[in-house]
């Protein structure tokens, strides 16, 4: 840079050839000063410059020394230069005043490309605003919506005035815990847990259809109006179902307790990706807040998040994490920061429902939920449903066909869907001229056209009699809450050859039932003093119902009794329980359920064990419940022979038998 400025000095001398003396080639060098500097800074600024300076009458004076006196102040930018320079020193003074035009000329030049570079982009960036502002005015103008998007807004718009009346069963669906029929136990003990200044969690037990669910949602509108719970106005009932609740155990995803959306690869809202801040997404529990979650079917949910639940119950509080969350980050909104830092809050009751036996739900969640269990629908709770829903539909019933509907179903909704179905059937028949009828009237034809069209099928199907066979008892199982009474049957013949008898079963009862049998077999002996093996037994449970206890030892015993002594045995009692190697009557599980399904089948009296006779349920009407210890007492009770045949030879020489006038008994 100085070797161009001396060669912008001396570029005139060169061009003319000449030689001038140094006095002069100073002046020169001095006035090509001036002029660079009047080039780089323009004359009138350099004259202003110079004034301000002090250095004005300088620049115009004469002589040489205060000329360059004035050059060194304006390059300088120092007024309080005064010594002005010796024509000797004149040389080694310009030398510096070109060494700062040379500093001054690089600065300027980088600035001019700076300012050059600085104004593209600059124009650039101009270019780019008014691109975005054009489209955000269109967009506040016209949105983000096009003709295509517009026409399928138009279509859900058409949809949205399209509305059907409401279905039959949300109709028919019992209003307050009056209209719920054949849950009083239920209600009273439900309402008594969660109507209460210190509500508790709950799991409700029982068949599908009876209510469970209905009966937790007015439940918490009636604890609602109560002043001593901690139920507010707006408390609200969310209603899930566990078997369709799917989560991701990274926590991506969750339902139920709540995610996190991370700003890169699940869409969290635009202006949180931008600053790359994760987004908290709250779950049911924290919708749930200061209300009721009702989880359906809770035995269908995931065990690990079965868990994780229950650390929100006890927390009452959802926590977040993630990996993205920087706390001193000040892009995080405060509610963000919040989530992360304290969570969310979850101060919900739980209800659970289901039709699972409680030994199939988590051992965990049991223990922190009080427990109420729904009662099946008999007969006359369904005829009562049945008559009640009739009465909100406006129609009258034929005589019978109430009843008729209580055989195909005890379930309280399936019942008010087959009426429905009646309703329908019965509309089309008395509206034939195309308008609604005055009045409609259910017959039994329309039901029958209903049965025929929607192939059901009776509900009980077997029932008992007042007769008595020899080889045939009617058991009781359980299944889902749901008891159920099961024929099974056993014949005995004499073996081909002695000691070759063979013992017969059918496997799809399962390995339980066939254990039973062959601890009936080893009682039979015991009791009767016959040697099995002289006889070829077959034991059968008709259509091949899967036994899944032990509790048909009892009724196997009877019948293979019954078979081999031809002791005629009374269908119309029912009979349970477990059977020991020494004859014993052992406590099985569902004896209400088991009391229920003979009362279905018209049974008339039920045989349960003696252990079992706490859970005999008080009040039963229309049906007799009897303890036995043994099955000794059993027989004599299901026994319609007051005397049996005279004993063979063979038995009167066993020592569990002893002769009694001209019969004879078991002894033990």
Known sequence: MKSIIRKLLTKKEHKLGMKLSGEEQLKRQVTAVYGLLANLMGSDKLVMKAGKLDALHLMRSD????????????????????????????????????????????RRTVQETLEKKMAERMEERHEEYLRELRMEILREETGPDNPFTLKKYAELEKLEQKKLSTSISEYLRPKDLTAVVGQEKAIKALFAKI???????????????VGKTTVARLILEAAKELPY??????????EVDGTTLRWDPRDVTNPLLGSVHDPIYQGAKRELADGAVPEPKLGLVTEAHGGIL?????????????????????????????????????????????????????????????TRDPSEINPALRSRCAEVFFEPLSQKDIQTIVRSAAARLGARLEPGVAELISEYTVEGRKAASILGDCYGVALQRCGS??????????????LEDVIQTSRLVPYVTVQANGGAEVGKILGLGVSGFLGSVIEIEAVAFAAKAERKGTLRFNETAGSMAKDSVFNAASVVRLLTGKEISDYDLHVNVVGGGKIDGPSAGLAITLALISAIDNIPLRQDVAVTGEVSLQGKVKPVGGIQEKIYGAKQAQVKRVLVPVENEREIPKGLKDIEVMPVSCVEDALALISTAEKRRPATSLETNHPLWSSEHDGYRLTS
């Open 63 to 106: 002589r040489l020394e205060e000329r360059v006196l004035a050059l060194k102040k304006i390059v300088l930018e120092d007024p309080t230069l005064t010594d002005v320079p010796k024509p000797e020193d004149i040389p080694e003074e310009l030398r510096e005043i070109e060494d700062v035009l040379a500093d001054l000329l690089a």
């Open 195 to 209: 109507a209460s200044p210190y509500p508790q969690h709950v799991i409700l037990y029982g068949p599908p259809g």
């Open 229 to 238: 719970t901690p139920f507010e106005a707006d408390a609200r009932f969310v």
């Open 294 to 354: 009702f989880i359906d079917e809770i035995g269908e949910l995931d065990l690990m998040l079965q868990n994780k639940l229950l650390k929100v119950l006890e927390d009452k509080r959802v926590k977040f994490d993630s990996s993205y969350y920087d706390p001193s980050d000040p892009n995080v909104p405060k509610y963000i920061k919040k989530l992360f830092e304290e969570g969310a809050p979850a101060d919900f009751i739980l209800i659970g429902a289901t």
């Open 433 to 446: 001229d195309g308008k609604m009828p005055e009045s409609v009237t259910i017959t039994r034809a329309d």
